[in-house]
DNA sequence: GATCTAAAAGCAAATTATTTGCTTTAGCGT
DNA sequence: ACGCTAAAGCAAATAATTTGCTTTTAGATC
């Protein structure tokens, strides 16, 4: 029910979460998510099923959890030598993550666990905002033009998320880079 | 497991959903949405639960029909005479509407069931672009100037629901009127 | 370094939800 | 009215979840 914050590293805690969130990924790499339980997650991480049910509530939150760690990215936007490449090779790759089978599953569990823990949804926004900071940054650095971070969420982040959750057709990159024209409209 | 379509009207199945459905909705009204299981919805709807099991597969698929009715618009957007007004009105209601507690419960209801059953998303997107073709549809015949539809969702409704989903802030009656403006930009 | 403590894990019994095989019912076409 | 089929009911079997209690363990204190 509470996903606790700050669990000192080494700790048995630590080792239990760490053996669980191992043991989900291994097992929704296997099989279909509708089939992985928690007895299983439990068995294969060598736990007790009560632990997780004490220290997660349910699947969802602990789907959630692994999801957000998982969505955490694991170094800054690649410079390229321009805020418009930047941009464009940094959105390129996320909607391609995002859309792909687990993206769209992981995005799916932050969302569901929401009722419960909203903090989940807000860290990948955060994740993501990170991210455009960066660049935004490395454009101000350059002397380049370069909206705020909130018009990037808006005008490229929001409609890439928007068309994977919602529609059928998730966003190729003739569309990023239509998004991407948009927003950086003046090809210098 | 399969949400039948084409349910003929009057039929013992047509009842047993209708039941069902009102089941679920009496419930979440009274209830927190985590204590509301299949067995209860069963007994209040008068059915059996094993009937929900086959035809709902799990409570994630029941809640994502009833939400996916919910959200459908009852009436077209309403006509204020221009294309800025009507679009500025609908947008608010939109966005209050989604961004209240039921609205993002059924958002979320929606979005799980996907793994499943990817109609239900695209179902409400689907609302959502008929009420903004309706609203383009009368701008047209009044001569006006109107961006095309996916123009609008991207623009519009996808930094909306963004934010409703992934945000700790929602969008208030301002902020949908500054995406309004930068999506109608020339004042007349 | 031994001892105490509190938080978290294990265990097992009780409860509750889910699945399933089989039977019954109701609506539809003839 | 009669039969056929799809869906519903029923109940037993299985599986997941909750819960009270016991044990373990990491860290704090002496």
Redesign the pocket.
Known sequence: MNI?ENI?P????AR?QASVHEAVRGLLSTMDRSDV????IAAKA??????I???W???QELLADVAVERLRPDAPPKDTGSARTDLTQWAEQYADEMASGPGRAMIRDVLSSVAIDSRNAGKCCGYTREQVQVIAERARDRGEDFPNVETVIDKLVAPIMYRILFDDVPPNSEKVLALVERLLPQQR
Do not use: A, K, M, N
């Open positions: 606790r000192r080494g700790g048995r805690s239990v339980t928690i007895p299983l060598g736990v007790t099923p009560s632990t049910y004490r220290r509530g349910d699947l």
